[in-house]
């Protein structure tokens, strides 16, 4: 397998258990003082501002895809088949309270993953479907693979750092694969049409980062409703200069999820 900075899936588990981040467990608490280090340069999101947002507990986002099936990364899994050991936490911003928790009773991970072709895709099935609560359509086409993302997301709100109790966004702008892969390193691996990068290049400062993997990147399609266009992947470090985040082209795997997502 090819080296890339991304999360591995034991990792993931370190990071949420550390963190307290299980069923069971406290999160960690709000953070306290004026400055404020949010997602990677972000904001807090309001309640119901992102309704479809899902955090998973091996600290992992993720989207509803279907009511019963929530949209991750493959990274965030171990392989495909019956899982009963995901909790997903559904319509809160604040992991300590409010909120539905389902368990999950079925992974599937994309086969591609891993492979030449790319797909950091996975569908959780959940135990029962999740009611009052909007699915995040995801883009069929590269219409919207552009312009200003939006990103979410319980992750670390500075390389390094903890996860986070309450959810935060930010908004990153696209940055074309030429670009994206002209640092050199790791971004030499990037698969084009598997791949969407998104950031701030010359300055950083803004990126989803550890913890917010699986996570959507989306924003308003032609008729002003959201759409997901990308599932947190990978990058180097988080909000560095040069060094892009790197998402999942949702719109390359639509019809391979929607395949999957009527098998399972
Ligand atoms: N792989 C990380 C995770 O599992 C996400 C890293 C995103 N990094 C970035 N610089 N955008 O949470």
Same mark, same amino acid.
């Given at each position: 397998?090819?080296?890339?900075?991304?999360?591995?899936?034991?990792?993931?588990? /370190?990071?949420?258990?550390?963190?307290?981040?299980?069923?069971?467990?406290?999160?960690? $608490? +709000?953070?306290?003082?004026? #400055?404020?280090?949010?997602?990677?340069?972000?904001?807090?999101? &309001? %309640?119901?501002?992102?309704?479809?947002?899902?955090?998973?507990?091996?600290?992992?986002?993720?989207?509803?895809? =279907?009511? %019963?099936?929530?949209?991750?990364? &493959?990274?965030?899994?171990?392989?495909?088949?019956?899982?009963?050991?995901?909790? +997903?936490?559904?319509?809160?911003?604040?992991?300590?309270?409010?909120? =539905?928790?389902?368990? *999950? =009773?079925?992974?599937?991970?994309?086969?591609?993953?891993?492979?030449?072709?790319?797909?950091?895709?996975?569908?959780?099935?959940? +135990?029962?479907?999740?009611?009052?609560?909007?699915?995040?359509?995801?883009?069929?086409?590269?219409?919207?693979?552009?312009?200003?993302? !939006?990103?979410?997301?319980?992750?670390?709100?500075?390389?390094?750092? /903890? %996860?986070?109790?309450?959810?935060?966004?930010?908004?990153?702008?696209? #940055?074309?694969?030429?670009?994206?892969?002209?640092?050199?390193?790791?971004?030499?691996?990037?698969?084009?049409?598997?791949?969407?990068? +998104?950031?701030?290049?010359? *300055?950083?400062?803004?990126?989803?980062?550890?913890?917010?993997?699986?996570?959507?990147?989306?924003?308003? !399609?032609?008729?002003?409703?959201?759409? %997901?266009?990308?599932?947190? *992947?990978?990058?180097?470090?988080?909000?560095?200069?040069?060094?892009?985040?790197?998402? =999942?082209?949702?719109?390359?795997? /639509?019809? /391979?999820?929607?395949? $999957?997502?009527?098998?399972?």
């Amino acid at each position: 397998m090819r080296f890339r900075e991304r999360c591995s899936l034991l990792g993931i588990i /370190a990071a949420a258990a550390a963190v307290g981040l299980g069923t069971a467990a406290p999160a960690q $608490a +709000a953070p306290a003082g004026d #400055v404020q280090p949010y997602i990677v340069g972000g904001t807090r999101a &309001a %309640q119901g501002e992102f309704p479809w947002m899902v955090r998973l507990s091996m600290g992992c986002g993720g989207a509803m895809y =279907t009511p %019963q099936i929530v949209l991750t990364a &493959a990274h965030c899994v171990s392989r495909t088949g019956p899982n009963t050991g995901i909790t +997903a936490t559904v319509g809160t911003v604040d992991l300590n309270s409010g909120g =539905t928790r389902v368990r *999950s =009773t079925y992974v599937h991970r994309s086969p591609t993953y891993n492979t030449s072709t790319g797909g950091d895709w996975a569908l959780v099935k959940l +135990a029962s479907p999740v009611s009052g609560v909007p699915t995040l359509p995801i883009a069929t086409t590269t219409a919207y693979n552009s312009g200003t993302f !939006d990103i979410a997301g319980w992750g670390a709100a500075r390389e390094g750092g /903890a %996860q986070q109790r309450y959810l935060l966004k930010a908004k990153v702008p696209f #940055v074309d694969d030429a670009t994206c892969a002209s640092p050199g390193g790791i971004y030499n691996d990037l698969i084009p049409r598997a791949e969407l990068c +998104a950031g701030n290049m010359a *300055s950083g400062g803004v990126d989803t980062c550890q913890g917010d993997s699986g996570g959507p990147m989306f924003r308003r !399609d032609g008729s002003g409703n959201w759409i %997901q266009v990308g599932i947190t *992947s990978w990058g180097r470090g988080c909000a560095r200069p040069n060094a892009p985040g790197v998402y =999942t082209e949702v719109s390359t795997f /639509a019809s /391979a999820i929607a395949d $999957a997502a009527r098998r399972i």
